[in-house]
């Protein structure tokens, strides 16, 4: 007869089975299961292999939480400090990054210099999914210190292999567990507790060695699949950047008498364009605002895009709105309302330069600037995409200091050239339509990278929770 307790084991071993048939090597050979499982006595980790236990972090490694921040005093020791965003943007710590000068006390330094084999992860971000963010310190780091807002765990000798460790946090059935007790409203937070009560699956030493050398050579290969298709598009944009700038300052006809432009930057010119400052050409140039965020009802059941420079991306078309206002906010001079064909330019942060371009009427914070055009002699696709181009000559415009600030009357001055509006027109169907053929490219390979990275994550998963036997995959 068949108990329950059978039933639930054979479901597991179906859910296994399902996992295993769907990752596979960089090369596509399905990977083995292990020969037989067990319970592990943890809800979202479902079965492990036999021989495999489970421990809280606390048991496999020493846990530290750093208090060392930027600031340099004059009674304090001179290091080298790893920030946040070098384990954020790192998965391996090495000497190759450039890590920042500052300075620490000497029990600073004793507690919390990094040693080969260390693992850091993130302790507090702005977001929730970006908490515990592994990388692994990958060699000897003479004098380098763990900053503050990361955790670093030192794995205990002889329980744990460093790099298995920082492989486990990288995958995604663990991270959960941070994520769910990561504390936070507006800025989320781990405690030590929190860190040192996670629970990990652990295979013995000489098997986590495996694990790590075969994800070291599945995702190598991977990544270096992702930096070929990366730079198929970086080359597809340079060939769209390079069509743009010549259709909106050369034009489509190739015989057409040309002029200087008296600007470096802009070279030659078709003879009949003009060559005017932006404002000339323009309606009106207007900063956007912020409604008082103490009065409610400009934000209650909005349905106006309020744009903030998070929206701007590599492309015209903006992206998900930061807010819907209420068309009370512009009834009341709250808020700006700027109209459909209204080219956007971002004019403080980092971010400084960017443009899009407004499909639908629309509002926007003090941080952009939008340029309405005169319809009946600027088509607003045109400058769009001619400003476009301009974006590093639109940053360089904002003075170098602390904040570039790019302010209305250096957008109104800005440079630009003004064909006939109905030449304006057809540039701006042609640029659309060779728009469109080099976006398929560009969305096929951008898909293959999603593709890629998905079954990298899978791949690191599987491996470190068990799902896939991978022993005999490594010499």
Same mark, same amino acid.
């Given at each position: 007869?068949?108990?329950?307790a059978d039933?639930?084991?054979?479901?597991?071993?179906a859910?296994?089975?399902?996992?295993?048939?769907?990752?596979?090597?960089?090369?596509g050979?399905?990977?083995?299961?292990?020969?037989a499982?067990?319970?592990?006595?943890v809800?979202w980790?479902? !079965?492990?292999?036999?021989?495999?236990?489970v421990?809280?972090l606390?048991f496999?490694? %020493?846990v530290? /939480?750093?208090?060392?921040d930027?600031?340099?005093?004059?009674?304090?020791?001179?290091v080298r400090?790893?920030?946040?965003?070098?384990?954020?943007?790192?998965?391996?710590i090495?000497?190759?990054?450039?890590?920042?000068?500052?300075?620490a006390?000497?029990e600073?330094?004793?507690?919390?210099?990094l040693?080969?084999?260390d693992?850091?992860i993130?302790?507090?971000?702005e977001?929730w999914?970006?908490?515990?963010?592994?990388a &692994?310190?990958?060699?000897p780091?003479?004098g380098?210190?763990c900053?503050?807002?990361l955790?670093?765990?030192?794995?205990?000798?002889?329980?744990?292999?460093?790099e298995?460790?920082?492989?486990?946090?990288?995958?995604?059935a663990?991270?959960?567990q &941070?994520?769910?007790?990561?504390n936070?409203?507006t800025? &989320?937070g781990l405690?030590?507790?929190?860190?040192?009560s996670?629970?990990?699956?652990?295979?013995?030493?000489?098997?986590q060695a495996?694990?790590t050398?075969?994800?070291?050579r599945?995702?190598t290969?991977?990544?270096?699949?992702?930096?070929?298709k990366?730079?198929?598009i970086?080359?597809?944009k340079e060939?769209r950047t390079?069509?743009?700038?010549?259709a909106? /300052?050369k034009?489509? %006809?190739?015989?057409?008498?040309?002029?200087?432009s008296?600007? %470096?930057?802009?070279g030659e010119v078709?003879?009949?364009?003009?060559v005017?400052?932006?404002?000339?050409?323009?309606? !009106?140039?207007?900063?956007g605002?912020?409604?008082p965020?103490?009065?409610?009802e400009?934000?209650?059941?909005?349905?106006?895009?309020?744009y903030g420079p998070?929206? &701007?991306?590599?492309?015209?078309a903006?992206?998900?709105?930061t807010?819907?206002i209420?068309?009370?906010?512009?009834?009341?001079g709250a808020a700006?309302?700027?109209?459909?064909?209204?080219?956007?330019v971002?004019?403080?942060?980092?971010?400084?330069?960017?443009?899009?371009?407004?499909?639908d009427?629309a509002?926007t914070n003090?941080?952009?600037?939008?340029?309405?055009?005169?319809?009946?002699?600027l088509?607003g696709?045109f400058?769009?995409y001619?400003?476009?181009?301009r974006?590093p000559?639109?940053?360089?415009?904002?003075p170098s200091? /602390?904040?570039?600030i790019l302010?209305?009357?250096?957008?109104a001055?800005?440079?630009?050239v003004f064909?006939?509006?109905?030449?304006?027109q057809?540039i701006?169907?042609y640029?659309d339509?060779?728009?469109?053929?080099?976006?398929?490219?560009?969305?096929?390979?951008?898909?293959a990278?999603?593709?890629?990275?998905?079954?990298?994550?899978?791949?690191?998963?599987?491996?470190?929770?068990?799902?896939?036997?991978?022993?005999?995959?490594?010499?």
């Open positions: 007869m068949t108990t329950a039933e639930a084991g054979m479901t597991r071993q859910d296994l089975g399902q996992v295993a048939e769907e990752v596979k090597d960089v090369r050979r399905q990977l083995p299961q292990y020969p499982y067990k319970p592990s006595g809800q980790l479902d !079965s492990i292999p036999e021989h495999w236990s421990r809280r606390k496999i490694g %020493d530290r /939480t750093s208090n060392v930027k600031k340099s005093a004059e009674d304090e020791e001179t400090l790893c920030n946040y965003i070098d384990v954020y943007h790192n998965e391996y090495t000497a190759d990054i450039a890590f920042m000068t500052a300075t006390t000497p600073e330094i004793r507690r919390f210099h040693h080969a084999g693992v850091l993130t302790k507090d971000s977001e999914n970006d908490i515990a963010v592994p &692994f310190v990958d060699e780091l003479d380098v210190v900053g503050y807002h955790a670093q765990i030192r794995p205990m000798p002889g329980r744990m292999f460093g298995y460790l920082f492989r486990a946090f990288a995958s995604r663990l991270r959960e &941070f994520h769910v007790r990561a936070g409203i800025r &989320f405690s030590r507790d929190a860190i040192t996670a629970w990990f699956p652990i295979p013995p030493k000489e098997e495996a694990i050398r075969f994800l070291r599945e995702t290969e991977i990544d270096a699949l992702i930096a070929k990366r730079r198929l970086e080359l597809l060939k390079a069509l743009i700038s010549h909106v /300052t034009g489509l %006809d190739p015989k057409a008498p040309m002029k200087p008296g600007i %470096d930057w802009l078709p003879k009949h364009w003009e005017l400052p932006l404002r000339r050409y323009s309606k !009106s140039i207007q900063t605002c912020t409604p965020t103490g009065q409610t400009y934000y209650e059941q909005g349905t106006l895009p309020w998070g929206s &701007f991306s590599d492309d015209l903006l992206g998900e709105p807010k819907l209420n068309m009370c906010a512009v009834q009341n700006r309302l700027f109209r459909a064909n209204s080219v956007l971002v004019t403080i942060g980092a971010t400084v330069g960017k443009v899009g371009l407004l499909n009427d509002s003090q941080q952009i600037t939008a340029v309405m055009v005169e319809r009946r002699r088509d696709r400058l769009a001619q400003l476009k181009i974006e000559v639109l940053r360089g415009t904002a200091n /602390t904040l570039p302010d209305q009357q250096a957008i001055a800005f440079p630009a064909p006939p509006i109905s030449e304006q057809r701006v169907a640029l339509d060779q728009d469109v053929r080099l976006r398929t490219p560009l969305v096929k390979i951008t898909q990278i999603e593709l890629l990275q998905e079954h990298r994550s899978a791949l690191i998963s599987a491996a470190v929770t068990g799902k896939i036997d991978v022993r005999k995959e490594v010499t």
